[in-house]
């Protein structure tokens, strides 16, 4: 009468465990399409919506490792500093006749030799620090590295702030996988919100929000 009770919990805990793998390869996809909204599309809104819905993609990597109060404070954090910028209201610079498409082929070109690097780095992270999980690795590290993309491409506040936030949102995920501590996400909440606020009084000072 036993055998089959373990049969049927060890089968519970395999389509369980299968089930949170395929979330998260679909997690890891919507992120990566996310960071490339954000590296290539010149409307300052759809990448800004891009961010948000990335912070999104974070809590629900981040619930089912840390507890849910934590994940749902990084969350509101996130979602606050995308609420600062997009409430700026900028004059909006005439739409282009042209669209330079070599430039947006070389970003998403640069980005998918970003996220293949990302992918092939996370195996090593999770060698070092296990606890991680491939999933968030890969995830942290496209962040990371589509944030440097983005702040090195780009000239316009519009940009640069989206850029150094999704860098904050990688480093963040990755420390509280390893460290949970209410007031490191404090400390880092608090920086987000500080770019997000530099970054709306700037957009409003300088009229600037359009494309770059």
Not at 21 to 38: A, N, R, Y
Not at 71 to 89: F, H, W
Not at 118 to 140: K, N, T
Request: glycine residues 8%; neutral net charge; aromatic residues 12%.
């Amino acid at each position: 009468m036993g055998i089959p009770h373990i049969g049927n919990h060890i089968g519970s805990y395999q389509n369980g465990w299968q089930l949170t793998m395929v979330v998260q390869i679909l997690l890891l996809i919507l992120m990566v399409v996310c960071c490339g909204f954000v590296i290539a599309h010149r409307d300052w809104r759809w990448q800004l919506s891009a961010l948000a819905l990335s912070f999104f993609v974070q809590f629900f990597l981040l619930v089912i490792r840390i507890p849910l109060i934590y994940a749902v404070i990084l969350l509101i954090l996130g979602s606050m500093s995308c609420a600062v910028i997009g409430s700026a209201k900028v004059k909006e610079p005439p739409d282009e006749s042209r669209q330079i498409k070599t430039e947006r082929v070389f970003r998403l070109a640069s980005y998918l030799f970003f996220v293949v690097s990302a992918l092939a780095l996370a195996q090593r992270m999770i060698d070092w620090f296990p606890q991680i999980g491939y999933y968030l690795a890969a995830v942290s590290l496209i962040n990371i590295f589509s944030g440097l993309l983005v702040t090195g491409f780009s000239t316009q506040p519009n940009r640069i702030i989206p850029g150094l936030l999704l860098v904050l949102l990688g480093f963040e995920s990755i420390y509280v996988s390893l460290e949970l501590s209410l007031l490191v996400i404090g400390l880092m909440g608090a920086v987000k919100l500080g770019l997000a606020f530099i970054g709306s009084y700037w957009l409003v000072f300088t009229g600037e929000g359009g494309v770059d």
